[in-house]
């Protein structure tokens, strides 16, 4: 983690999850340093500054020494995703939509009563439940207005309806108006005038009401998604800006001038000061897909599946020939979205979910709420009444009591014992010790399940995969969520409580923008002329969108690289891709002659994606959207490389045994210190490895290699 010498920290970058604040600080040679605090959700910057002064620590400096010369910081977090799964955003929302849409909100699609369940759950209907809608019908107005598919219009919009529907909806209090019309994002004219004439009523009435359009925000394809993304905004991400400007402005106070950025879904870095923030609502969990899209880089690894275990949920995202894809199908809280996110999937199974018998069927439940950073009953100061998966895995000896988040919180085991008993052996007439073994399993069981169902769904098979296991409680569950699938490797950083921040060390400064254009391209290229005049005219459009980020943030943009891409499919299919256009092929517009190499390289694309399914040309092309994404370099860790060592871990790593409980018996473990383990030292189960930031756990008959790049290698000894 680091040399002798006296450390520079260059980048700071933060993860803030539900339960822990990770930091991950880089130095002018790319070398890191990792730190970990509770979260403090109130306040996040409490926990930031304690996290960062933790980091430091270990280069025997602190804050006031070394924010001098950061050069940037780099947020990443779940607070904006936790307000909206806990209903804690600020509503009171006011929404304009066409006549007759109103219940779009409400009524939304199937697929939100059961898209964001385990796999058991999205296999019995009892468990279905449609989400309850953020914004009340009463605070919906319809107004007549249509614009059609191709973006001409079809009916004028009724002006005399729309200042109805603004004062109907200023009387009622709401604080912001959102306004979301069909087809707007091929011709928005009808929402701007929509907001003219809001915003000279509010002048008139002298009140301060934002309006806001979906045109503006995001304009792509999707009347729902793209309606629930600007009800997000406002509900969910507008209310945490003054926690983003919390921590910017405490890092401030203690000397740092450098940039401040958030994490976004696509993978960039923008301003806190940026119009439109829902794209980062799940900056935290995509962090760690980027850091694992760096690591596949450097060691070379194609096919990598990362799986993040955290206080709250367990993530799981696919990297295929490094490449990860982007979604725009994406749910946040089963609400269906249209921003552009790397794909990922995510289950409500983490180490601080609730453990409970249903009295109904007497059968033991896990989840999905958390205690989140309460962490268990084991932390008597918690207030906590209801165990967790953590209070399970402390009284079966994978945590030591004493030394928790480095002793930060004390476990008391006796206690999470007596509520295991009380409230879940007891119910089902079982052992404590074997129920509690049973959570995990039942916690672990549905891991494998969510990564078998991505891997297979997408027709590929764990024995083609390497498999990157991160986030606080990642390491101490990897053995049991993968021992029943036959990957190529298991990898865990020695810094993986940390890798969603470190993921986030990896990114550049980047804006991306978006164009629903949904252009057919004949299969004789007849018409590439009038393709290629309106490919040109919408991707410059977004080139000039980025350069005006850049410049509102006071970045250079001769620095800047902007690289443009499109989303096309064969016309009729369901599914389009996103393919990057080369810099041969666009030099400020693009021709009628260069789409033959833009189809070029879809159909590559398509075969590398869907390797067993049939091309079809003949039907022509859909060119559904523009992407230009602008991107400035910034500062970036670089991987450990240390002399291996003897096999034979040092006698000063050993921290004595400890009793675990594993496949039903009693093992007496060696414990280690992982920060004291040595590259090409073997640690043998069964073992408990421990650091402050986390605990891995290498069961009886699996071993775990630490290499020159201080990751371990986790496998069971009969398959290797």
């Known amino acids: 983690m680091s040399s002798d010498y006296s450390h520079n920290p260059e980048l700071l970058a933060l993860d803030t999850g539900g339960t822990m604040t990770d930091t991950f600080v880089v130095d002018e040679n790319g070398e890191y340093t990792v730190g970990k605090a509770q979260t403090t959700p109130d306040y996040e910057a409490d926990g930031v500054i304690e996290s960062f002064d933790d980091a430091l620590g270990y280069w025997g400096t602190s804050i006031e020494a070394s924010t001098g010369s950061l050069r940037g910081t780099v947020y990443s977090g779940t607070a904006m995703l936790n307000r909206l799964l806990e209903r804690e955003g600020e509503g009171n929302i006011g929404v304009i939509t066409n006549r007759g849409f109103e219940d779009t909100h409400r009524f939304g699609r199937g697929i939100?009563?059961?898209?964001?369940?385990?796999?058991?759950?999205?296999?019995?209907?009892?468990?279905?439940?449609?989400?309850?809608?953020?914004?009340?019908?009463?605070?919906?107005?319809?107004?007549?207005?249509?614009?059609?598919?191709?973006?001409?219009?079809?009916?004028?919009?009724?002006?005399?309806?729309?200042?109805?529907?603004?004062?109907?909806?200023?009387?009622?209090?709401?604080?912001?108006?959102?306004?979301?019309?069909?087809?707007?994002?091929?011709?928005?004219?009808?929402?701007?005038?929509?907001?003219?004439?809001?915003?000279?009523?509010?002048?008139?009435?002298?009140?301060?009401?934002?309006?806001?359009?979906?045109?503006?925000?995001?304009?792509?394809?999707?009347?729902?998604?793209?309606?629930?993304?600007?009800?997000?905004?406002?509900?969910?991400?507008?209310?945490?800006?003054?926690?983003?400007?919390?921590?910017?402005?405490?890092?401030?106070?203690?000397?740092?001038?450098?940039?401040?950025?958030?994490?976004?879904?696509?993978?960039?870095?923008?301003?806190?000061?940026?119009?439109?923030?829902?794209?980062?609502?799940?900056?935290?969990?995509?962090?760690?897909?980027?850091?694992?899209?760096?690591?596949?880089?450097?060691?070379?690894?194609?096919?990598?599946?990362?799986?993040?275990?955290?206080?709250?949920?367990?993530?799981?995202?696919?990297?295929?020939?490094?490449?990860?894809?982007?979604?725009?199908?994406?749910?946040?809280?089963?609400?269906?979205?249209?921003?552009?996110?790397?794909?990922?999937?995510?289950?409500?199974?983490?180490?601080?979910?609730?453990?409970?018998?249903?009295?109904?069927?007497?059968?033991?439940?896990?989840?999905?709420?958390?205690?989140g950073y309460l962490v268990g009953v084991a932390n008597e100061e918690s207030g906590l009444e209801t165990p967790t998966v953590t209070d399970c895995t402390a009284m079966l000896g994978y945590l030591d009591p004493d030394y928790f988040l480095g002793g930060k919180i004390d476990l008391n085991v006796e206690r999470a014992e007596r509520y295991i008993d009380e409230q879940v052996a007891g119910p089902l007439g079982e052992d404590p010790y074997e129920t509690a073994r049973g959570v995990l399993d039942t916690v672990e069981h549905n891991m494998t399940n969510?990564?078998?169902?991505?891997?297979?769904?997408?027709?590929?098979?764990?024995?083609?995969?390497?498999?990157?296991?991160?986030?606080?409680?990642?390491?101490?569950?990897?053995?049991?969520?993968?021992?029943?699938?036959?990957?190529?490797?298991?990898?865990?950083?020695?810094?993986?409580?940390?890798?969603?921040?470190?993921?986030?060390?990896?990114?550049?400064?980047?804006?991306?923008?978006?164009?629903?254009?949904?252009?057919?391209?004949?299969?004789?290229?007849?018409?590439?002329e009038q393709v290629a005049e309106i490919l040109t005219d919408a991707i410059s459009g977004l080139r000039q969108q980025a350069v005006e980020a850049f410049e509102r943030d006071g970045i250079d943009t001769d620095e800047m690289t902007f690289q443009p891409a499109l989303r096309m499919q064969y016309t009729g299919m369901l599914d389009d891709l996103e393919i990057t256009i080369p810099g041969e092929i666009w030099d400020g517009e693009?021709?009628?002659?260069?789409?033959?190499?833009?189809?070029d390289v879809y159909e590559r694309e398509f075969a590398r994606v869907f390797q067993r399914a049939a091309q079809s040309p003949e039907q022509g092309y859909t060119i559904t959207m523009c992407v230009g994404t602008g991107i400035a370099p910034s500062p970036s860790p670089s991987l450990p490389n240390e002399e291996l060592q003897s096999e034979t871990p040092p006698e000063a790593a050993s921290r004595g045994e400890r009793d675990i409980y594993w496949d039903g018996s009693w093992h007496e473990a060696a414990l280690w210190e992982m920060n004291d383990l040595q590259a090409g030292n073997v640690v043998e189960g069964p073992s408990v490895v421990e650091a402050p930031a986390t605990t891995m756990l290498v069961p009886p008959g699996f071993t775990a290699p630490l290499d020159e790049n201080r990751i371990f290698h986790l496998g069971q000894e009969d398959r290797r």
């Open 112 to 371: 939100e009563s059961w898209v964001d369940l385990p796999y058991s759950g999205r296999l019995h209907a009892r468990e279905h439940e449609h989400p309850e809608p953020i914004v009340p019908r009463e605070n919906i107005r319809g107004v007549s207005c249509r614009v059609g598919m191709s973006g001409q219009e079809m009916v004028p919009l009724y002006e005399e309806e729309v200042r109805e529907a603004v004062h109907d909806l200023l009387d009622r209090g709401v604080r912001v108006i959102c306004v979301s019309f069909i087809y707007s994002y091929q011709n928005p004219a009808h929402e701007q005038r929509a907001k003219e004439i809001a915003e000279g009523i509010i002048d008139e009435r002298g009140e301060e009401t934002p309006v806001w359009l979906s045109s503006a925000q995001n304009p792509v394809r999707g009347e729902l998604p793209r309606l629930n993304s600007l009800i997000l905004e406002a509900y969910a991400v507008e209310p945490s800006r003054e926690q983003l400007y919390g921590v910017r402005d405490e890092l401030a106070e203690q000397g740092n001038e450098a940039p401040f950025r958030v994490l976004s879904s696509s993978g960039g870095t923008i301003s806190p000061n940026h119009d439109w923030l829902v794209e980062t609502m799940v900056s935290g969990p995509i962090g760690g897909i980027f850091g694992a899209e760096f690591l596949s880089d450097e060691l070379g690894i194609d096919n990598l599946v990362c799986s993040d275990v955290g206080g709250t949920s367990f993530d799981v995202g696919l990297i295929t020939e490094g490449h990860y894809p982007t979604r725009w199908d994406q749910s946040l809280a089963q609400f269906m979205v249209n921003i552009p996110m790397t794909a990922m999937d995510t289950i409500g199974s983490g180490t601080g979910s609730f453990v409970r018998v249903d009295r109904a069927s007497n059968r033991l439940e896990v989840g999905p709420d958390s205690a």
């Open 450 to 528: 969510e990564l078998r169902a991505m891997i297979l769904g997408l027709g590929y098979s764990p024995e083609n995969y390497h498999l990157i296991s991160y986030g606080g409680g990642g390491p101490l569950h990897a053995a049991g969520y993968t021992q029943s699938l036959d990957f190529r490797d298991v990898l865990i950083p020695d810094w993986a409580a940390a890798f969603s921040a470190f993921g986030c060390a990896t990114a550049d400064y980047s804006y991306r923008y978006d164009q629903s254009v949904d252009l057919p391209l004949q299969p004789d290229l007849s018409n590439a």
């Open 590 to 599: 693009i021709a009628p002659d260069d789409l033959p190499d833009v189809i």
